[in-house]
């Protein structure tokens, strides 16, 4: 097979491994699977088209494979038990010259491999090398396909996926068993070779019992099938004798001399090994891809929300600030602020506010500030609130939701809500001491009125009084008219609806900064740009590999 073929298969190989990471749950079977074919038989027969066959002996719990195994070769090389499941580390033999093929990283690469003696770890293979085999290939004795181990019919289904050729042995007794045919059904559908060997057949009972397999072989669309017969008989030293296994004998030392034979299994086990890690891969991709969007819907939902939320802070809908006693406060300073004071009164009020800091009281518009501050604080702590429990509705949506915290941190988030108040009264305040140096006007504001046009320019963020009802909306509207009428006196109505813009833009900006750090953990659960880097990766992959090998 030429360089570029391998270079493809390998690429693919490559991709989906890490890809994998980056798949859901239910993609992964499919990629993990596609992976396996790929390591376990197209690169090895890509790179090496003559290297001996993996024949694979599986089969049903109690069938009688490691007795087949042993009898073959005349020796005890699988350990055969009553007790089920026998979970031991499946055994492979093949002849002296094959050896270092069935020893190598290319052969079952996620299975170790060791030399002689049977052990009971499912990570590795016991090497067996005996001088009856035929180099060309080896003969792997696998544990049951329907093992009540679930670590026995994973494995057992892994080195069927990896073989060239597969001996299916079953039993009179279970040879119309489910699981095996499901087996069956898929070692045909990507053409593998498979023979079966019908055991512990009641003598007398052969023609029907094989009729009946042989119907349900072409029922099953399993095509041309050798079906080999044994009979139940007696056993010694725990081997059959000679003449029960001898056509299974004579049908692999056929294989194991005729190398046309051998190639035309390779290539079909090749070809089909193929088609089905591209189907497998398909699959895996689509679910990634689905999964992808999901994710990219959540996190577009996600930053949905955030504006959303900070436009409700800084919009009409959030008149609740000037609901009640801080509105009636607003309305009172403002209400007794005279634009026409003497420098007198002016020095005065300065005279105030000095003694004020020094016994620890605040001037009456820097206090209702404060107050005015405050409610826009507990609006961003709320907004903070429900924006995070629909950013965990939206994470738990894609299955992202796992170890984050069920609720948000109380004092943290109305810590966050002070500090963005704070920095959104000192941005107004900035707004104001622009446009009043612009307007020739900063000597005024800074002889004293700076705190009430600040207080002003704020209560007009939240002039329009929407869902204030009774008393409240006289409360709200006499705010709402003393805040304009401050504003116009100093810059004019044109600017004031400029200012007002410019300090409801601030909010919605500072609002929307301080929303996106509080959803910001799962905001990071659905940033999925390695992901979707990934899958394109493996995208590009399988169309080269395709290209190549098809």
Known sequence: MSASAVEAARGLAGALEQALSAMPSGARADAERALRRLQDVVLPRLEEADAPLLVVVGGSTGAGKSTLVNSLLERTVSRAGAVRPTTRRPVLVCAPQARSWFMSDRVLPRLAKHEGGEGTSLDAVTITVDDLMWPSMGILDAPDIDSVEEGNRRLASELLDGADLWIFVTSAARYADAVAWTHLEEAAARGLRVSIVLNRVPPGAEAEIRADLASLVQRRGLGEVPIIVITEQSLTDGRLPIDAIYPVGSFLEGIGHDAQERAVIVRRALTGAVAASFEESDRALDASRDSCRAVDFARE????????????????????????????????????????????????????????????????????????????????????????????????????????????????????????????????????????????????????????????????????????????????????ALSQTILESYFGERTVRSLATQAREALERLAADSLAEVVAPVATRLDNSREHERIDTLESALATAREALV
């Not at 955030?306 to 009172?332: M, N, T, W």
């Not at 707004?431 to 320019?457: C, D, E, H, W």
């Open 301 to 480: 939902e996600l930053e949905a929300t955030v504006v959303s939320r900070a436009h409700e802070v800084a919009s009409s809908s959030s008149d609740d600030v000037l609901r009640g006693e801080v509105s009636a406060r607003i309305a009172e300073v403002l209400g007794s602020w005279d634009m026409t004071r003497s420098l007198s009164r002016v020095v005065a009020s300065v005279r105030q506010r000095i003694v004020g800091a020094v016994r620890g009281t605040a001037a009456p518009e820097e206090q209702v500030c404060r107050d005015l501050t405050g409610g826009v604080a507990q609006r961003l702590g709320d907004s903070y609130h429900r924006a995070w429990n629909d950013a965990l509705r939206l994470a738990a949506s894609v299955g992202e939701a796992e170890g984050l915290e069920p609720m948000l941190d109380v004092d943290g988030a109305a810590e966050r809500a002070r500090h963005t108040a704070q920095e959104w009264t000192s941005e107004v305040t900035d707004i104001v001491r622009g446009q009043a140096q612009s307007s020739r006007v900063s000597g005024r504001l800074l002889a004293g009125g700076i705190n009430v046009v600040t207080l002003s320019l704020m209560v007009s963020v939240f002039a329009m009084t929407g869902g204030v009802t009774g008393v409240e909306v006289g409360v709200a509207g006499a705010s709402a």
